[in-house]
């Protein structure tokens, strides 16, 4: 009986710290019809912003196949502030390096690369729309799975 306790007892403690880590701001995954992101496919992504005295960490990730056949993908991100302004920077999102080896975590044919933004300020409480539009001369990139947008509260 005394053992049984000890072994409760653990099981409460590991599942109390395991549960304590930070809950992102914000997170959202798109996923891609078919393995295919077409030129007018736009995923976007609404975040509500109430604290402008904070940083913010922005984690951009990309999952593809390992049958993507380019090194990179170049990507738009069109930022609207919640009084209509926008701003559109572009992005490089390297998936290989100069001998052709992925870049990203690979878990059999899948390969995960993220792109982080980190300590930025955004000046005006409200929503602020995020959208992500792909900058590749083709009209449509086949073997990528999906995108993820994470918000987090910088430390």
């Known amino acids: 009986m005394m053992r049984l306790n000890k072994v409760l007892i653990i099981g409460i403690l590991f599942y109390i710290l395991s549960s304590c880590g930070e809950i992102p701001h914000f997170e959202k995954v798109y996923s891609f019809k078919n393995r295919e992101w077409n030129l007018d496919v736009k995923p976007s992504y609404k975040v509500n912003i109430e604290d402008v005295n904070s940083e913010y960490n922005f984690t951009l990730s990309l999952r ?17 502030s919640p009084d209509g302004t926008t701003a559109r920077e572009p992005f490089e999102i390297k998936l290989t390096d100069d001998k052709g080896v992925w870049v990203g975590n690979k878990t059999g044919s899948i390969v995960e690369t993220s792109l982080y ?11 602020y729309t995020f959208t992500l539009e792909q900058g590749i001369t083709e009209s449509l990139v086949d073997e990528v799975l999906d995108l993820g947008f994470k918000v987090e509260k910088g430390k």
């Open 117 to 127: 933004f980190k300590k930025r300020k955004l000046p005006l409480r409200g929503e």
């Open 64 to 80: 593809v196949t390992t049958d993507y056949k380019y090194s990179n993908i170049w990507v738009f991100m069109k930022t609207e």
